[in-house]
């Protein structure tokens, strides 16, 4: 039976939106390493090049509203209506959106005029393609025109939102005659010092244009209106200190059966004769450019491919969960969610790179340097950057000595990670600068990290929690630069451990020696201040009080395992105190929610109870909870959470109640508490991405990669008999087939048997057939 919204089609591979009018918009990320397109289901959202603050190009207003957008317009006789269904909202005969990785397709039909566009970014070059197919589906000849439409930024968002109306008065639109093509220009000022353009063409003849907002919406009107397209001809007008908008009016005939394609392109550039190259490589070739497109990402997400007889787990984990993934690596500063952030935060890229790099070891290696860079010579390191504008906290002194604590704990996985897939062992000895002076060997980047934060400590030689921990929410707990944070003393541990077992492998005495000092000193320093007798407690705050000692907190429970510094007599009432959190959609932040202000704790308590940090069901945390069951040998219950935190799980399958996207990883579900219980929220921009494709591969399957092989350890629930692994490792392709048996474990590899439970690198860039009987 057909589903009220939408469904799963093509194996997985795309999801089609049956209705434009849904709960919330739903979004597709669309990108490359150079420009990303965030596209909701009816074409709204926004683009930018690099950087999602300082080059924005299109405007998006309002996410409840999802104005403006990508829309083409179509006006016959003197009816308009859009294909794209906003912004006008016309009633059309048919409409479908399909979302897949690499695309987004709306087709649509009023009076017999069928069309179909497809949006798409390239492999490469800061632009993004719409194919518009349109087809007359009547018995006579049809004369009507279409009119592509974006609404610009074209400079830096932040400053476009504080100062509209002096921001404009740096616009400047141009017509390109050379090639028929609209220039947007934000003029350099001293803010952003750029001199780059946005680029809006089209492969058609067209009969006018306008660039103007104020002519195309007409005064005391707004995009649902758009008085222009309402006259014979646009004004053919070119915004001068203006807001700027773009749009073609491009004549159409087509006689009864016919089809047409209309190429468009939008785009980013700093010199003019760039547009002369895109043009010829794209226009009229586009169809050829789209395979490519679908091809490529298809691929890609192939490079780890599983088979657990959970289709519904599969689809996430193999495509659209990876994918999300691939996307937030690249751009982590920004979604539909947050209208003027930019750049990229530095734990949010690191706990990412962790992820990628057994699907795109080159962009897993490039992210590190830039890690690595933005690492102070202490060892700690920013809260975040921009590639374009640098350290977010440059310019503030109060920030880089009370910035968030636990940035550079994330570092040494990370890093490790990468060498362990890749064995890269090289990688460890080059050299890489500091941000502040100074430079040093990429090891003794991760170890200086562990021991910045083993020695930034506070009365019980805990980590400081500074202005916040993973918590960003407990921006008040050591504020004063007293209160310490329980998590993050959980995550040294965790960090130790990891530096730990590189050292032993480089036999590095030393540093084992080192991580194990730490390693105790914090392990024991954790259990003598942090256990309250039933679980952990998350933080002390600056007046040294117990954050808490009455709630009870699924990070600090969860971190103890991941850590491994619980107390095993105490381990029963740790999973009883994790256990006590859960709900049908996953393990609550914390309980019982604050219904009161606390500036000794900080935002958290303000936040609507069941939001956000303060008690909702925050995924990322879910997560983690999966990784901390496998380690305790909770294989059903990682699982059974595994199946909760799905978008498209039981719980959610109200759609009217859960409203956000059934395909990607939402932050968080609204939890108890509040009137709108089981609401996604935050969708697209989350490290549970991350955090469940490691967790369902290397944990619940267990196939994890080691310095000089991959291990198999797999804790596989009951309702998972048997598995099948596709992946690349170090140049080899193996096929493995992980098979429950009552006999001893035993490990085959082309046919021959190999001791204990590592496959060994070939280094032959072959195929291997391994099976693995446990």
Known sequence: MKKKYGEFQDNGWEYHIFTPDLPYPWFNYLFNNRYHSIISHTGGGFSYAID?????????????????????FIKLNDEIWSANWQPFKVPLDKWLTIFSPGYAIIKSEKHNINSEITYFVPIDDTIEIWNIKLTNKSNSTKKFYIYPFIELVAGDIDYEVRYRNIMKLYNRAEYYKKRKCLIFKKMPHPARELDNFVFFMTNENFESFETNKLNFYGVFRTIETCEGLKKRRLSNSLAYGEDMVGCFQIPIKLKAGESKEVEIILGFGEKEEEIEKIADKYFNKVSENFLKVKEYWRNELRKLWIETGEEEI???????????????????GTSAYHGSEGGLGFRD???????????????????LYQLLKFQYSSGHAVSGFSVIEGAWDKN????????????????????VKYVKETGDFNFLNEKVPYLDAGEDTVYNHIIKAVEYLSKEVGEHNLPLIKIADWNDAFDRVGIKGKGESIWLAEAVCWACLIVKELAKFLNDNETVSKMENIFNNMKENINKYGWAGTHYIAAFNDYGEKIGEKEIFLNSQTWAIIG????ENNLKKILKSIDSLDTPYGNLLFKPAYNKYNNRIGRVTAFAIGTKENAAVFSHAVAFKIVADCIVNRSDKAYQTIKKLLPYSKAKSNLDNYKVEPYVWAEYV??????????????WNTGTSVWTYIGVTEHIIGLKPDFDGLIIEPKLPKKIKNVKIKRFFRGSFYEIEIIRSKKEKKLIIDGKEFEGNKIPVFKDNGTHIVKYYF
């Open 670 to 683: 609204i939890g108890k508490g509040n009137k709108n219980y089981g609401q996604g929220a935050f969708t």
């Open 52 to 72: 999602p603050k300082v080059n924005r190009i299109l405007r998006y207003d309002n996410l409840e509203t999802d104005l403006p957008g990508r829309y083409i």
């Open 396 to 415: 503030s002194e109060a920030k880089l000595l009370s910035g968030k604590s636990d940035v550079a704990v994330w570092l040494p996985n990370a890093v």
């Open 349 to 367: 890229l690191a706990q990412d790179v962790e992820g990628i790099s057994n699907l795109q070891p080159e962009l897993a290696k490039e992210k």
């Open 314 to 332: 599969d689809r996430m984990i193999n495509i659209w969960g990876k994918y999300q993934l691939l996307g937030i690596t690249r751009w982590r």
């Open 564 to 567: 491994r510094v619980y107390d």
